[in-house]
T-cell receptor
Framework: SQQGEEDPQALSIQEGENATMNCSYK?????LQWYRQNSGRGLVHLIL?????REKHSGRLRVTLDTSKKSSSLLITASRAADTASYFC??????????FGRGTSLIVHP | DTGVSQNPRHKITKRGQNVTFRCDPI?????LYWYRQTLGQGPEFLTY????????KSRLLSDRFSAERPKGSFSTLEIQRTEQGDSAMYLC???????????FGQGTRLTVV
C-alpha cells in the first residue's frame, strides 16, 4: 500500500521556472525523503527531512515538512531540462523501510 | 563503482517458468530491500533484510516469491511459476546502519509472455 500521495501527478514547466510538488501522508513518521527517478532507471535519493525539522535546503532543492498537516513539499528552483524525471516522497514510520507514493512526473521544457 | 548492482537488467520469460534475480548491495550496508514497480506507480515494498535475517515481508507477496540473503551479502529474489501480472521492474536497494536513505540499483525489468 502507498503511504504518501504526491500532487500533482504531472507537472510541465519551462526551463528557469520553479517546480513545486506536494506529498501528503497518513500516519506519524520519523522522517520523510524525496527521490528522483529518470525514465527506466533506479531511484536516486535527494534529501531527507526529520519529523522535528520544518525546512531543509540542498542546492536548488527546498523541502518543507508540516507534521500537523501530514504534508511535505519539494521546491526545485530555476529548473533545468535535466530535472525532467519522476519525483517520489517516501516516509519512514520507524521501521527503516521507506514507503513510497505514486510520484509526480515533471517535464521541464528547454 | 561500488553502487548497488542488479543482474540481469532485463529478463523475458514464459508464463509458468521460474526466474531468479540477484542484487549486490553496497558493501557494509547491512540493510537490503526489494521493491516492485509497475508503469506509472511508485515502488511497492516486497521484503527487507537486516544482515542475513529477513525481517519483514509484504502481505501482498505471494508464496511464489522467495528471497534470500546468505551471509548478509548479496541477495536473490526468486519467482516461481511466473504469471503475466508479475511483469514489472524489480528494484533492489541497500542502506547503511542507522540510516534510512536507500541506495537503489538500476533494476531488473521482467516481462512474462
Amino acid at each position: 500500500s502507498q503511504q504518501g500521495e504526491e500532487d500533482p501527478q504531472a507537472l510541465s514547466i519551462q526551463e528557469g521556472e520553479n517546480a513545486t510538488m506536494n506529498c501528503s501522508y497518513k500516519t506519524s513518521i520519523n522522517n520523510l525523503q524525496w527521490y528522483r527517478q529518470n525514465s527506466g532507471r533506479g531511484l536516486v535519493h535527494l534529501i531527507l527531512i526529520r519529523s522535528n525539522e520544518r525546512e531543509k535546503h540542498s542546492g536548488r532543492l527546498r523541502v518543507t515538512l508540516d507534521t500537523s498537516k501530514k504534508s511535505s513539499s519539494l521546491l526545485i528552483t530555476a529548473s533545468r531540462a535535466a530535472d525532467t524525471a519522476s519525483y517520489f516522497c517516501a516516509t519512514d514510520a520507524g521501521s527503516y523501510i521507506p514507503t513510497f507514493g505514486r510520484g509526480t512526473s515533471l517535464i521541464v521544457h528547454p | 563503482d561500488t553502487g548497488v548492482s542488479q543482474n540481469p537488467r532485463h529478463k523475458i520469460t514464459k508464463r509458468g517458468q521460474n526466474v531468479t534475480f540477484r542484487c549486490d548491495p553496497i558493501s557494509e550496508h547491512n540493510r537490503l530491500y526489494w521493491y516492485r514497480q509497475t508503469l506509472g506507480q511508485g515502488p511497492e515494498f516486497l521484503t527487507y533484510f537486516q544482515n542475513e535475517a529477513q525481517l519483514e515481508k509484504s502481505r501482498l507477496l505471494s508464496d511464489r516469491f522467495s528471497a534470500e540473503r546468505p551471509k548478509g551479502s548479496f541477495s536473490t529474489l526468486e519467482i516461481q511459476r511466473t504469471e503475466q501480472g508479475d511483469s514489472a521492474m524489480y528494484l533492489c536497494a541497500s542502506s547503511p546502519r542507522d540510516r534510512t536513505e536507500a541506495f537503489f540499483g538500476q533494476g531488473t525489468r521482467l516481462t512474462v509472455v
